[in-house]
DNA sequence: CTGAAAGCGCTAACAC
DNA sequence: GTGTTAGCGCTTTCAG
């Protein structure tokens, strides 16, 4: 850099001034320091930039090492993060943090090396997110803990696209529905999309006054197959399903082609929070309300990098709807009722 | 670390050498480092560190906005890929740069921030690698150039996957074998797997005496269905089909269903580098070789780094096979021989 | 084994 | 508008 301003015949602050805009620079100068640093193959160094200025342009993205396991919805959103950072001129570092090593967190956000951090699987009650709090980091969350009013988010709205679910369902006359959460454990823990959809859709199908059961369910295509067994036995009655467990649904579907009956014409299966990719695997393909995760992944770094570089008020909180896409596994009510319960184990 | 030294009594120069060991520090002499570290609640500042040291201790992970669309297959790699680097200490930052940016890519390695690249969806002719090359950045594929004598790399082993998958179906007795590349569009662009697949199979095939074909197929279940109708007519006494196309081998299934014909009783698929957690949504469960791409990530950064810390020769070159799961697509070839062609339309 | 001091490459007061 | 200069927080010669 002092080879540069030396050779455009300025000092070395007129060069920085020119390279981040922190002042204005004569024009002609300006043109003559480009010049020099094009000549000199120059590159400002990002560590020293850092160093001197406080602000290393760079955000991480913590993401946990899931229970579920992580899926094609996971890495779109990491996609559009990594993006959205690059076209703002950051860089997105990537942090594997189990949810409960408040430890680690400490040490990496101390280090200096991110200016701040988005966060992704935050549950109801989330110790991170205190430690954010408590040390100053500034953070955006992909979900939302309990106690959110004074924090930024992007989260999907579980409520109203479970009572979407729900809706679409009795619109097609179900009258007794089924849900199948993610497993226990995560709605033990107090992870919120299980929470606020196992809430949202026992109030929907209240209101509707449909007759509902709601299940957890782990996150495995066996299981799904046991559960549906289980709740078909139990609900005769049964003919429509949501399900908010993308490797359950599998199970259910597989299930159900045992069991000798058909999708959609004996039984409607709506996937929620399930991405594109996945529910066309399925046979038939699974109709779903498909999570936002590019979007959800630009406005989480979005909104950092916006309050981070000063450009925003404190707060941005969103709340994201799930699209549907209607596919082939729903459709109206069987017109004779649910098919009775025999034959339902596999031969 | 300046207040440091002198709560413990030391120069600030001990207390960097005891913080990284460059040097041997007394025993008692460290321990009232670490004493006053603690109680100062102290974090050494990795920017500095990197500026002053010359190495950032982050590591880049170069991966492109894939026209195929990212799955959970680049998602286990890239989670073990950061949880890889950082049991070495290292950071991971994360790169989405197309393929054929070479001015980006130029940018970003010369900022200094990073000390080396990981890269995926190398190409047989990867002009980025070129780059890398020309501008003595230490880098790790993952894939591997044609010209890649001299260079690390880990790679999944297609050519002998491929092999396996032939024989595995061959071995089932099929004596007509059809192969399912990716699109004709990364073949062409010199895409590593689709080129070395595509050959192992014609070989593979061809020493076995086995009658083959081999196709081309955009990523898609309607192009996978589309491409099944012309293969089930073309070669009426094809049994069992070979795809490395995860999204197309959903649209095989469905056209096989819609046929009237059942998997794996009339047609046998065998599933390439297709992820654990998609082969089981289909129906029947896909009988899959799976890529390892948790090994591969691990092995990438691992490598990667060892060549930064002096720890290794300058060379490592990995292959790793698939591993085959058997599941509920693949069987003997039917008694009598492929099931009449009529039918292939849906109703 | 320890200490003093010269930077690493840049930014941001502060003066002009 | 532009120039001077004191750091940012650490590493690493070099001398002891």
Redo the contacts with the bound molecule.
């Keep these: ?2 080879d ?2 030396r050779r ?13 805009g ?9 043109a003559r320091i480009r010049r020099a640093m094009d000549e000199l193959d ?14 290393s342009r760079n955000i991480a993205l913590i993401f946990p090492a899931l229970e579920r396991g992580l899926g094609i919805t996971e890495m779109e959103f990491v996609s559009s993060a990594a993006e959205t950072a690059s076209e703002n001129g950051y860089h997105l570092v990537l942090w594997s943090t189990p949810v409960d090593d408040t430890e680690l967190l400490t040490r990496l956000t101390r ?2 090396l991110v200016d701040g951090v988005v966060i992704m699987e935050v549950h109801l009650a989330d110790e991170r997110i205190d430690l954010l709090r408590r040390t100053g980091v500034p953070f955006c969350m992909i979900g939302r803990t309990a106690d959110c009013a004074d924090d930024s988010y992007a989260d999907i709205d579980f409520e109203q696209t479970t009572r979407d679910a729900v809706r679409h369902l009795a619109g097609l006359g179900h009258t007794t529905i089924g849900f199948v959460n993610h497993s226990q454990r995560s709605f033990d823990a107090g992870y919120g999309p299980s929470v606020r959809a196992a809430e949202s859709f026992a109030r929907t199908a209240e209101e509707l006054g449909v007759r509902q059961v709601s299940r957890c369910c782990a996150d495995s295509p066996a299981a799904g197959r046991r559960l549906w067994r289980e709740l078909v036995e139990r609900e005769p009655d049964l003919t429509g399903l949501v399900v908010m467990n993308e490797r359950a649904s599998a199970g259910v579907l597989a299930a159900i082609a045992e069991q000798g009956a058909r999708v959609p014409e004996d039984y409607s299966i709506l996937s929620v929070a399930s991405s594109e990719r996945v529910a066309e695997m399925t046979y038939p393909p699974l109709t779903t309300f498909h999570p936002p995760s590019a979007e959800l992944g630009r406005l989480g770094v979005q909104t950092l990098i916006d309050s981070l570089d000063g450009r925003s008020g404190p707060l941005v909180q969103k709340l994201l709807p799930c699209k549907l896409v209607v596919r082939e596994s729903t459709g109206p009510r069987p017109a004779g009722g649910a098919r009775p319960p025999i034959g339902t184990e596999a031969p």
Tied chains: 1, 2.
């Design positions: 850099m002092y540069v301003a455009a015949g300025v000092a070395v602050s007129t060069v920085s001034y020119a390279l981040n922190t002042r204005p620079v004569g024009k002609e100068t300006a120059y590159r400002p160094n990002a560590l020293a930039r850092g160093l001197a200025s406080k602000r280090d200096g």
